[in-house]
């Protein structure tokens, strides 16, 4: 994916959802973006799949086994999306119809993109449902997902989406809305396919522990551009990005029982993406902000191998707020 | 605190049924949303409640409140029991509870500004009029962290977090004794949550409130509470000092909850032992007979016949430890699931 941008035209003026974002998965790579909310990570890989309404401005390209996915026509880019691409919503909840059986809401994956039968859809939706371990699988395939739990939807649409054997999965914010107990279940779940089937899958979320736990590369993202990137130990080791190292600090650490330390703030709020400046996105909340920062965007550099930090001051202390 | 001073809350066997579906044709049913909480906060103690959805957490919270009446059991507060009063005998005691809500969108007025929001319950109790109660509010912006000029904003016009402050100045604008908080930082943006918890904090070291404390998270209440109770399906199966339940956790429920936590640092989270919990919470509409954890315990097997036939009471073991599990005892623990040097690293 190169240097993508997208750009929504409001009443209040452009929104610029994502500005200039490139990276590369890897075969087999869990690729981990985080950000607060309106960063723009869950628009860019709607972009990638051309989910987005027609009042998206998309530029850039995205390559996927040698077809730029933006600029190829759609009936392409249809048959990709949910065979090699395939997505997992939020919302486990109001991403599945409440009027199908699970069973051809998976079914229906299959004879649509591999043109299997009813009676083959059925037996494959009932081996993808114990692949991804729900309990008495022939029973569950015949239920509607009201009468499925949280975690078990959740399941249910990662069998979906791992109905064609994708080469990338991308699950934007997947354990989101369940309890931690069922969270660390699906994510062994993820960790598992990806061991077991070889499928790259780059993971959207806020939350940093879920990174720590799963992802290979980190990307942090900050009002539409890219913040910092890096291996994920290399990431929580060695944070430069200052909006990297206040996330870092920002969240309460299970063990960290030193009470009277206090969490650390980042000053300010996320700016609005409509009037977005052209100097660093972070400048007006940032310790290590100067009259450079506020005037000029910070080019990605490598700061040490493998690790790309756009600001004008990178380094690991944290320094105020 | 001197010892004759009576807890600021004292919550006793509460249990809260809701029926529902109809009963006229033979269906319906009862939700055990509570079985038999209790409890007690000291003056200025932080008590949280942790569970998973489905605990009944949030209902301990809403009768404690009163914004619900319990089935059976008893609430006082400052000793005055307060379970079964009528709204109008409840009205002057307002003023010394107060609750934030989770979702600072849906729980402010939108045709209210902001300074009319908090300003309200000092207006309805009659404690400020006028000239006085704008000052207040300029004060208790202030010590929110807000700018006064926001007083005359609706609440649209903020961001989620300045939303969740202008809650917090509400609750805190008559000076509560006890201050319930519901999630108060499970919408907002982690940046956004650091702030609101360390504002919590300092305002509670200032002015001293009792602060029933609920939440899912576990690493935001060792962060912020003195003690902690862990529900699961209406039951408090352990309570103990922040320091006791996070370097000992003894009921295995607890271990699971802990050892499912995920710390940011993937040194540490990746050589974490989990404790995968089989299947889901089950319906409060039909809890397991016996203990309400076996269906899901990893040491069922250990516990039969014991945990089918009788639910463990809630026991002191040692130093106000207090555990509900048939395997724990004064002088001798449920089995280790997870190393607990692991769980404090």
Redesign the interface.
């Known amino acids: 994916m190169r240097d993508l941008s997208v750009r929504f035209d409001t009443d209040d003026g452009t929104v610029h959802a994502v500005d200039g974002l490139s990276f590369t998965l890897d075969e087999g790579q869990v690729l981990g973006v985080v950000g607060?909310?309106g960063c723009g990570k869950s628009v860019s890989v709607m972009a990638l799949l051309r989910l987005l309404p027609p009042t998206a401005h998309v530029t850039g390209s995205a390559e996927f086994d040698a077809v730029d996915l933006l600029s190829a026509p759609l009936s392409h880019v249809r048959r990709v999306r949910g065979r090699e691409i395939a997505f997992v919503f939020q919302e486990p909840m109001t991403s599945l119809n409440p009027a199908f059986r699970v069973g051809n809401q998976i079914g229906e994956v299959l004879r649509r993109h591999l043109g299997l039968s009813r009676g083959d859809a059925r037996r494959r939706a009932v081996e993808l449902l114990d692949l991804v371990r729900i309990?008495a699988p022939d029973r569950r395939v015949d239920e509607y997902p009201h009468q499925l739990?949280?975690?078990?939807r959740q399941r249910v649409m990662i069998a979906m989406a791992l109905a064609c054997d994708p080469k990338v999965l991308i699950a934007d914010e997947p354990t989101t809305a369940l309890?931690?107990?069922?969270?660390?279940?699906i994510l062994?779940l993820l960790r598992d396919i990806r061991e077991r089937l070889g499928t790259s899958i780059i993971l959207i979320t806020?939350?940093?522990?879920?990174?720590?736990?799963i992802a290979d590369r980190v990307i942090v993202m900050y009002a539409g551009r890219k913040a910092e990137e890096a291996p994920?130990?290399e990431l929580?080791?060695r944070p430069e990005h200052p909006y990297t190292i206040?996330?870092?600090?920002?969240?309460?650490?299970?063990?960290?029982?030193d009470?009277q330390g206090?969490?650390?703030?980042?000053p300010g709020?996320?700016p609005s993406l409509a009037q977005l400046p052209s100097a660093c996105a972070f400048a007006p909340r940032c310790p290590r902000a100067d009259d450079l920062s506020r005037s000029q965007v910070p080019d990605l550099r490598e700061v040490r191998q493998d690790h790309l930090v756009a600001c004008f001051h990178p380094g690991v202390e944290w320094d105020g707020g | 605190m001197s010892r004759v001073e009576p807890p600021t809350l004292e919550v006793v066997d509460l249990v809260k049924h809701f029926h529902v579906g109809s009963q006229l044709f033979g269906g319906g049913g009862t939700v055990h949303a509570i079985d038999g909480v209790s409890f007690s906060i000291a003056p200025g103690e932080l008590l949280g409640l942790v569970g998973e959805s489905g605990s009944g957490k949030s209902t301990v919270a809403n009768c404690v409140i009163r914004l619900l009446e319990p089935t059976e059991g008893s609430i006082r507060l400052k000793g005055r029991d307060i379970t079964h009063l009528s709204r109008r005998e409840l009205r002057p005691l307002r003023s010394a509870m107060h609750m934030v809500f989770q979702d600072p969108y849906s729980s402010l007025n939108p045709r209210m500004t902001c300074g009319q929001i908090v300003g309200e319950p000092l207006r309805v109790q009659k404690l400020a009029r006028g000239k006085n109660l704008d000052q207040k509010v300029v004060d208790l912006f202030d010590r929110v962290g807000l700018r006064a000029e926001l007083r005359f904003r609706y609440p649209h016009e903020l961001s989620g977090g300045q939303r969740q402050r202008v809650g917090l100045a509400r609750a805190l604008s008559v000076s509560p004794t006890l201050l319930v908080a519901d999630e108060p930082v499970s919408a907002l943006d982690v940046s956004v949550q650091a702030a609101i918890l360390n504002l919590l904090r300092d305002l509670q070291r200032d002015m001293g409130f009792s602060c029933l404390f609920i939440t899912h998270d576990l690493a935001t209440v060792e962060y912020l509470c003195d003690r902690v109770a862990v529900m699961y399906l209406g039951k408090i199966v352990e309570l103990a000092t922040t320091r006791d339940l996070f370097a000992g956790p003894k009921h295995p429920y607890t271990q699971a909850l802990l050892s499912a936590a995920l710390v940011p640092d993937p040194e540490v989270q990746r050589k974490r032992t989990r404790v995968i919990l089989q299947g889901d919470i089950p319906s409060p509409l039909a809890p397991p007979s016996g203990c309400r954890f076996r269906t899901r315990c990893p040491l069922e097997h250990e516990s039969a016949p014991a945990s089918t036939e009788e639910d463990p009471p809630l026991i002191d073991v040692g130093g106000g430890h207090l555990v509900a599990c048939h395997l724990v005892r004064r002088g001798r623990d449920a089995p280790k699931l997870v190393d607990t040097a692991e769980l404090t690293a």
């Not at chain 1, 739990?149 to 078990?152: E, F, H, R, V």
């Not at chain 1, 806020?206 to 736990?213: I, P, Q, R, S």
């Open positions: 607060e909310s309990p739990s949280g975690g078990m309890d931690v107990t069922i969270q660390s279940g062994d806020h939350n940093l522990g879920v990174v720590a736990d994920v130990h929580f080791a206040g996330l870092l600090g920002a969240v309460p650490r299970p063990g960290g029982a009470k206090r969490l650390q703030e980042i709020r996320v």
